[in-house]
C-alpha cells in the first residue's frame, strides 16, 4: 500500500454542500492528501467554522481563490462553482497544468451553440470540449487518461444510468421517453431563498421549469442519444421534495416490442453494470427508496413492466450530492488516476 | 338563514385522519348536524383522547356501528371505512333509509368484473353499481338525486381533475397517458407500519405498486374515458413523500396536434371548471404546490408544454385528506341537499 | 345577529406569516371587514401571488403603507410589522384615530429602560406605556378599554400561561424558574436565511440566544412579576425545531412544599382559567403535543410533578403564529368590541 | 499494521438500527472482522433484504441467535436487544466466554433494587453488576480489562457529558440540576407505532415521560453522583423531536458562586475531555447542533451563562445511535483492546 503515490488534491469551493462532501471523501482516501481549500465567501474563516461536522478533525483555513498558489501544492483540482464562473477557475487552473474535476455544467456539452443557449456564454470558450464527460460507468476508458473531467449533473447521472441500458438493447421507443425526478433540497446549493425556507419548503412538493426547461434537460439528451439508433423525444421534469438529500427518477418508456419484460430490462442493467461497484439493480417488486442511498455513493435501480400500457417504469435513486455530485468525482479521480474504482466510496450511509 | 333545513349526519370510521376532517367539517357546517360518531377499535373512548384537536369543542363518545342506532338519529351518514368492509355498513345503512357518502372505494367502480380484480368479492352485490361517482365538477345533476354517493379516491380526484380538459377537447393523445403522482404519509390512513415510520419515511422518497398495479388506476381510467374518443391507454405510478399531506400529480400527454400550447390547454380548464369554486388553473408558469392547497378543499392545476417534445405537463395539487376524500364528500353533500357548493369549504388552508 | 355592528380592519404587514394568518382569521370574521391590506416589499402585487393560499377567495392587491389611506377605510388596524419599525406606523395610526392591534414588542414592556436595553431606541415615545399587553387570558377588563392592544409575544403566551396559575396561588417558588422553549421554524418570520434554509434546518435541533439573552426574557418576567410575592430568577432558553408551526414551553419549577402535587397544580390551573375558551388543561399523564394545537388558536397545558426531585414540570402547547399571535390578536379584538371570545377562533387546527 | 491482531465479532439483534449502526462502523474498522449476524424476527433474511443500505457490501443472511454458535466464531459480541431480553444473551454469551459489549440497560445500573424498580426482575442476576459501565472518556482504565461492557443510554451520555466537568470542579450546585433532553424519533427504536407514525410524529414535539419517570433518570443520578460531593436533585425529561436522529440535552444548574462564568466553564470542560477524540467543546457564543454531529461519533459541548438568573445552561449534542449507542460501543471497543480510540470512528457524518 505505501508503494501507491499520493496525490495532492485541491477543493475550490469547499464551503458549500457538495464542497463539504468532497472533503470528506477526500480526506478520508488513502491515496489522497488535500492540501488546499478554497472559496469565496468564506475566505479566511476556518473550516471548522464553515462546515461545523469537520471540527477536531480538520484544522485549517479556507483561503480565496488563487490558481497559482493552487498548483503550488495539488496536482489535482476539484472545482465546484457556479456555472458560468467556473470555466474561468478551470483555465487559468489547465493553463497552470492542474488536472481538473470540474463539477460545474461548463465541459459536460458537447456543442457550443447548445451551452450558450442554456446557459449563456461561455468563460473558455478555447476549452469548451475538451472535458471527458465523467458518468464514470460510460466513460472508464476516456477517463483514464483525462486531464478535465465534466462531472455529470445530478439528474442526468440517474436519469442516464436507468434508461441507458434499455436503449442500448432497443427495449424500449427513443420516442417515447419521460422523465419525472424528484430531488432533496440540497440540489439547490447552499443559498438561501423562499424556495428552500422552511416553512415554504418542508410541507409541499412542487414541481420547477416544468415544460422542458430544465438544464439538464440537455446534458440528458445528450448522453442517451449516443445508445438510440434515432433521435430521443424525451420531456424531463424535476421536482422539489420535502427532504434534504436524495434523487429518484422514474422513467416512462414504451416497449419496443410485447416480449420486452421486466426480467428482460433487469437483465440488461445487470449486464450493463456488471462490475460497477456503485450500482446495484434491485430484485423484482423493489422500489428503491432514497434513503437507502443516503449517504454514500450507491445507485440503486428497478424496472417494472405496465403490461396493460405496454410500457416500463425505470425508477433509479441516488444520493445527489455524492453519486451526483462529490462521489461521482471521487469515482471518477479513482479511475483516472489507477486506483480501484469504489477507493473511499464503497461506505453505506448511515441509515436511517 | 333560519328557514335552510338542518340535516342530521353520522360520521362511521370518525377515528381515522379523513373521519377526523369529516368531522371538522360538518362540524362547522351552517346546515348539519353532527348526531353520531362511530369507530371501530376506538368505540367507548371520548373524542377528545382519540382525536386530540377538538379537545374542549366535541365533549361526545364514540361509539360502536350500529345501523339501526345511526338510523334513528341521522339522515346522512358519511362512511370512511377499509375497502371492503364498507359495502356491508353501507348495505346496512341504506337498508334503513340512511344517505350514504362511502368514501371507501366499493361502489366507485361500474364493473363488478373489474371491482373483484382488484378489490376481491363486493360485500353487497346487490348495490354495486348504486353509487353516483362523487367527483363534484364532472356529476353534479347526478349528485342531487343520489342516495348513494362513491365519493372518489385522492389520486382520480387531482388525476381526473387535471386530463379530463384536455381529453374533451380532444388536446391530446389519449393512447401516450403517464400519470406520475407523489402523496404525502396521511395517504397511507392511520395505521402505524414501518412504511410510515418516521425514521423509514420521513428521510427518502420512492415509488410503490409501479407497473400499474395500484388500485386506483381502474377508476381513473373509468372516469377518464368518458372523454375520449378512443380507449386509453394510461401507466399511473404513485410515490410516497415525506411530508403529512397533499397529492401533486404530473401528468404527461402527447400533444393531439402541434397547434397545442400551454394557453391552450389552460383555456380548456378554465372552461371546463367556470363556476366551480373548488378549482383554480394557476396561471402560466406556476407550479402548483400542496403546501398552497394544504388544509383546503382546493384543487390548483397549471398546464406547461414542452415544445420540443410535443407534449403537455398537466400538474395538479390538492390536499388528499380534504379535495382528495372528506372535503369532496361534504362538497357532494352540499350539492345533493342544495346548499351553496362551497358551503364550509370555502377557507384556505392555514398556511404555511 | 344582523345588528351585530360591523368593524372595518385593515392588516399592516400582510404577506408575512402572521399578517396571513390574520387575513385567514379576519376573512371568516363575522363582524369584521377586511378592507385594507398593506406591505412593504409586496406593495403592488396581488394577493393571490403573494399568498397563494388565498388564490379565488380574496382578488385584492396589497397596498404600500400610509396611515391615511388606512385611516379612511378602516376603524382597526393589525400591524405585523418588525420590532422597531412597528413603532412609528402606530402613531401615525393612532394619530388618525385608529385602533391599533399590535403584534410587534414596542408596546408590549413597561419599563422604557428595560425596551432600550433589549430592542435600541424606541421610535414613538411618547406613545410608550399606552399599550395594554394584550394576553387575553390575563386582561379581559383592560382589553374592553384599549385603543392599543400589545399583543404578546408566542413564547411569553405559552410561559405565562404555564406558570401564571402556579406563581398565583404561591405553588412553586420564584426563584426557581426554568423555561426551555422549543419553537418551529416560522417563529422566525417569512426572511430567508441559512438559518431556516431546509438542509440546515430540517434536520437538527439547537438552542439560540443560550444564557438569557433573549429579547422575550423581560416580557416573560414583567408578566409574571404580577403573580409573585417576590423577585423571580427566571432563566429562559429558546431552541428551534425541525418543523414549520408550534411553540412548547416546559418549564420547571420547585414546589413550594411538600403537599403540592400534579393535580394540585391542575387544579390551579383549571380555576384559573375557567371560561377561557382557549385554553385546555390536559389530564394527567397526557403530554402537550403542538401537533394537536396546530391551525388552531387553543394552548393545552399540562402538569407532572416529579416527586423525587420535589419539582413540576409545567408543559404548553401553542401555534406560535395563531395562539401566539395572530389567534390572540383576534381574541383581544373581540373582547374590545364585546364579541364572543371565541369568534373566529373556535375550529381546530386541520389534524394532523 | 498488519502485526495487529484482528478481533472476530458477532452482532446480536443487527436488524434495528443501532445493529445497522454497530455493522456499518465495524465492517469499516481495520481490525475487527465481523463473523455473525443475528437478529430474532428477521433471522433465515438476508442482510441486503432487511438493511437495504448494505446491498452490494455484503452478502450474507441472518441468523437466529445462538450463544454458542457465535461462540465458535466470535470473540465478541455486540448485543443491541431490548432491555429485558438482553440479560439472558448476555449470559449465554459470557458462558462461553465472549466478551460482550451490551448496548442494553441491563447491566448499566448497580443496585438491584433500583434495576427492578424501574425494570422489572434481572434476568440474569448472578452477572449483575459485572459489567463496566462504559461512557468512555470516564472509565477508559476499567474498561481496558472488561469482559462485559455495559454500554450507556443516549441521553446518560450527552447529558453525564455536560455536567459532570461542572460537578467534578464544583462549579454548580448539585441541588439544582435540571435535564430537558430532545431526541429524534429513531430513539424508539425500528418499531412501528402510532406514536412515530409520520403523519402524528412529523408536525409536533412533545414530551415524553414528565415527572422523573423515564427510565435513564437513574442511570444519569448514578453516573453523576461520582462527581458530587452531596446528593443530586435532578429532573430529566425527554422529548420527541419531528426528526429521525440526535439528541440535545439543554441542562440548567445554579452556579456554585458569582465567580463562575461561561469561560470557567468552557476551560473545566476543555480540561475534562483533553485528549477524548470525540468530545469537542465548542467556542462561547456557539449553539450545538445535532445536526453538525449527525451520522458521527462525535458529541459537541457549549456552556452559556445567564448572569442574571445565575445559572449556566450546558448544552450537549450526540447522534444518538452513534456516540448515544454504537459508536460509543465500538469506541468502548477500542479501548478494550488497546486500539487507537477513534478508530473507524473519526469521519464526520456526511452533512447536511
Known amino acids: 500500500m505505501s508503494e501507491t503515490p499520493h496525490v495532492r488534491v485541491a477543493i475550490v469551493g469547499v464551503s458549500g454542500y ?31 467554522e464553515v462546515l461545523p461536522s469537520f471540527r477536531g478533525l480538520i484544522d485549517g483555513t479556507i483561503d480565496a481563490f488563487d490558481a497559482s ?11 465546484a462553482l457556479p ?3 467556473s470555466a474561468g477557475a478551470v483555465r487559468a487552473l489547465r493553463d497552470k497544468g ?21 446557459y449563456g456564454d461561455h468563460q473558455a470558450p478555447g476549452l469548451f470540449g475538451a472535458g471527458v464527460y465523467g458518468l464514470v460507468e460510460l466513460s472508464r476508458d476516456k477517463l483514464r487518461a483525462a486531464d478535465l473531467v465534466a462531472v455529470p449533473g445530478c439528474y442526468p447521472t440517474a436519469t442516464v444510468a436507468a434508461l441507458a441500458p434499455l436503449l442500448n438493447e432497443g427495449l424500449v421507443d427513443p420516442n417515447s421517453l419521460i422523465v419525472d425526478a424528484k430531488s432533496g433540497v440540497s440540489g439547490a446549493g ?15 412538493i412542487r414541481a420547477y421549469k416544468a415544460g422542458g426547461m430544465h438544464r439538464h434537460t440537455p446534458e440528458i439528451v445528450q448522453a442517451l442519444s449516443s445508445f438510440a439508433r434515432e433521435p430521443l423525444r424525451l420531456t424531463f421534469t424535476p421536482h422539489l421534495v420535502p427532504m434534504t438529500r436524495g434523487i429518484l427518477v422514474t422513467a416512462y418508456a414504451d416497449l419496443a416490442s410485447s416480449e420486452v419484460d421486466a426480467q428482460r430490462c433487469h437483465a440488461a442493467a445487470e449486464a450493463f453494470y456488471e462490475g460497477s461497484p456503485s450500482i446495484h439493480v434491485l430484485p423484482a417488486g423493489t422500489h428503491p427508496d432514497t434513503l437507502w442511498v443516503k449517504g454514500s455513493n450507491r445507485l440503486h435501480l428497478a424496472y417494472a413492466v405496465d403490461a396493460r400500457a405496454r410500457r ?10 455524492l453519486k451526483g455530485a462529490a462521489g ?22 448511515a441509515w436511517p
Chains 1, 2, 3, 4 share one sequence.
Open 18 to 48: 457538495t464542497g463539504a462532501e468532497l472533503l470528506r471523501l477526500l480526506h478520508d482516501h488513502p491515496y489522497a492528501e488535500v492540501t488546499k481549500l478554497c472559496a469565496h465567501s468564506t475566505a479566511g474563516r476556518s473550516v471548522a
Open 69 to 79: 498558489a493552487v498548483a503550488e501544492v495539488a496536482d489535482v483540482a476539484f472545482t
Open 83 to 85: 456555472h458560468g464562473a
Open 98 to 118: 492542474v488536472i481538473v474535476f470540474d463539477l460545474s455544467a461548463d465541459f459536460r456539452l458537447k456543442d457550443l451553440d447548445t451551452y450558450t443557449e442554456w
Open 190 to 204: 447552499r443559498k438561501a431563498s423562499l424556495h428552500t425556507h422552511l416553512p415554504e419548503a418542508a410541507g409541499g
Open 312 to 321: 416500463v417504469v425505470a425508477q433509479a435513486s441516488i444520493d445527489n450530492l
Open 328 to 349: 461521482q468525482a471521487v469515482q471518477a479521480f479513482n479511475v483516472r488516476f489507477g486506483y480501484p474504482e469504489g477507493t473511499s466510496l464503497m461506505s453505506p450511509g
